[in-house]
Each structure stands twice: as structure tokens, then as C-alpha cells.
């Protein structure tokens, strides 16, 4: 891939989903790039960028935010995070009148938010509580998989016995065994596509928590101050954000204070 042409995808990226691609990067980009035009039957660069802007439905974009985007998860990743939630809840929900709204801003194929789910439905058993979960992701790819979720054996990590018993069902063949999210919990998560390079977001109800991890790394400093004052705008007082062990939010001013290292609180 020539550099002029490496600049001209690092501007469109950046300008469609604020991921600031760093100029090392040239040869992941060529490589992602590469297996889309394999598909279409394209062999040179330029052509597929020709292709990709001359595409006026965006979908073509869709399909090359797919294969830019990196999508790392796990089931019960950065463990803390949950740990202090479940300690929250029971008493957001006497306080919030028994309505609950979380968000999974980065939810990759869903193990997150199914985390989320499972976390909650035993932290608020036994109580009337109305609760969802909003999940979204950029990429449409790891949203059709996440809906579906169903799992391989290998991506079951963290997922001790009990909880395996209790939230999933075996499905697939004889030889390739798979399992799936059980209805009651996949119908309390709601996956969207939302882009978080371009709010505002049209969202009708406060959250009550944000779990926005690992991420914001791929922003520059401008996209990271946007999306935090959206966050900050739609939390309820008292509301929390989380975000990746590795990531702060210093440097960034925001009405969010800090509760531990990668906890933030709206308000009080």
C-alpha cells in the first residue's frame, strides 16, 4: 500500500468512526483491507478506496469499519468492574423507583454485556426490579454475532460451572458442541449499532451505569472529550462510568469524579 493511499484511509477511518489510526499501522490496514477485496474481487487498493467512497449507501464503509475495528473481549474481563456493580445495585434499585438502564457502549460479540446480565439478574433476584441493558458496537459484524449468542467452548472462559448451568443452553452438532445465552437473559440485553465518534445519541432514559472499556484508546483527545460529556449528559446523578484498566480520564475536563482507578461517578 503506497503512503499517499494509507493517508487517504486514515483520514477516511478517522472521519467515520474517530479511530486515530497511528502512522506504524500501515501494514495491519493493508492486511484487513486485503481479505475485503479478496471477497469482492478487487486487487488494488486505490480501487477498493475508489469503491468504498463511490458507495453512496455507506454500506461498503460498514464492511470497512468491520475489518479496521479490533474486537478483543471475554466473559467477566477486568473482574472488578462487576465485583462493585453487583455491590450497587440492590441499593439503585430501592432508591430509583425498581427501573434500572446500563450501557455496554463497546460490546464487541457480547460477552460484556451477557457479563453484565448475568451479574445483575443475581445481584437483584428476588426483586421487582425493571432492568435493560442498551449494547452496542460499530461494527455490524460482531453485533449480528453477539445477538445471536452462542458461544464455541474456547471463548467460555470465566464461565464457572454454576454460571454455565444456569444462563446457557448446549446447542450445535455432535461434533462441534456450542453454547447459547438463555432467552431470559438475551431478552434483557438490546444490541443497536452506534457510532461513538458522532454524538449526540438518542437516547430516552438516564443510565444508571456505562461501561465504556478499552476503547477510547483508539480516540484522539478531542473524540474522548466528546463522548465523555455525552456520557456524562445522559448519566443519572449518582451514576457510574467504567472504562479499561489502562485507560483515565485525566487531562479531560468532566463532571465525572474519579471513585477508584477506572471508576467514575456523576455527581455525588
Known amino acids: 500500500m503506497e503512503a499517499v493511499v494509507f493517508e487517504q484511509f486514515r483520514t477516511l477511518i478517522y472521519d467515520a468512526s474517530g479511530i486515530a489510526l497511528q502512522a506504524n499501522k500501515e501494514a495491519l490496514v493493508a492486511a484487513r483491507v486485503a481479505k475485503r477485496m479478496r471477497r469482492l474481487g478487487i486487487d488494488r487498493y486505490e480501487t477498493y478506496l475508489d469503491h468504498v467512497t463511490a458507495d453512496r449507501s455507506g454500506e461498503e464503509l460498514v464492511h470497512l469499519l468491520d475489518a479496521i475495528s479490533t474486537n478483543v473481549t471475554s466473559f467477566f474481563r477486568e473482574s472488578t468492574h462487576f465485583d462493585l456493580l453487583a455491590k450497587l445495585v440492590p441499593q439503585w434499585a430501592a432508591e430509583r423507583g425498581g427501573k434500572l438502564r446500563f450501557w455496554s457502549a463497546a460490546c464487541s460479540s457480547g460477552e460484556e454485556p451477557y457479563t453484565l446480565a448475568m451479574v445483575l439478574d443475581r445481584a437483584l433476584e428476588g426483586r421487582a426490579v425493571d432492568w435493560k441493558i442498551l449494547a452496542t458496537d460499530i461494527s455490524t459484524r460482531v453485533l449480528e454475532k453477539a445477538a445471536a449468542g452462542v458461544y464455541?467452548?474456547?471463548?467460555?472462559?470465566?464461565?464457572?460451572?454454576?454460571?454455565?448451568?444456569?444462563?446457557?443452553?448446549?446447542?450445535?452438532?455432535?461434533?462441534?458442541?456450542?453454547?447459547?445465552?438463555?432467552?431470559?437473559?438475551?431478552?434483557?440485553?438490546?444490541?443497536?449499532?452506534?457510532?461513538?465518534?458522532?454524538?449526540?445519541?438518542?437516547?430516552?432514559?438516564?443510565?444508571?451505569?456505562?461501561?465504556?472499556?478499552?476503547?477510547?484508546?483508539?480516540?484522539?483527545?478531542?473524540?474522548?472529550?466528546?463522548?465523555?460529556?455525552?456520557?456524562?449528559?445522559?448519566?443519572?446523578?449518582?451514576?457510574?462510568?467504567?472504562?479499561?484498566?489502562?485507560?483515565?480520564?485525566?487531562?479531560?475536563?468532566?463532571?465525572?469524579?474519579?471513585?477508584?482507578?477506572?471508576?467514575?461517578?456523576?455527581?455525588?
Do not use: W
Request: aromatic share 10%.
Open 152 to 268: 464455541e467452548p474456547a471463548r467460555m472462559g470465566g464461565i464457572t460451572p454454576d454460571l454455565r448451568a444456569r444462563y446457557f443452553s448446549s446447542c450445535g452438532g455432535r461434533d462441534e458442541r456450542l453454547y447459547q445465552v438463555v432467552p431470559e437473559l438475551r431478552q434483557r440485553v438490546l444490541f443497536r449499532r452506534i457510532n461513538l465518534a458522532t454524538p449526540p445519541f438518542p437516547f430516552k432514559n438516564q443510565l444508571d451505569a456505562v461501561f465504556c472499556r478499552n476503547v477510547m484508546i483508539y480516540f484522539d483527545a478531542a473524540t474522548r472529550g466528546r463522548l465523555v460529556d455525552e456520557i456524562a449528559r445522559h448519566l443519572r446523578p449518582g451514576g457510574y462510568l467504567f472504562v479499561g484498566h489502562a485507560e483515565s480520564l485525566t487531562g479531560l475536563p468532566t463532571a465525572l469524579r474519579t471513585v477508584q482507578p477506572s471508576v467514575y461517578c456523576h455527581g455525588r
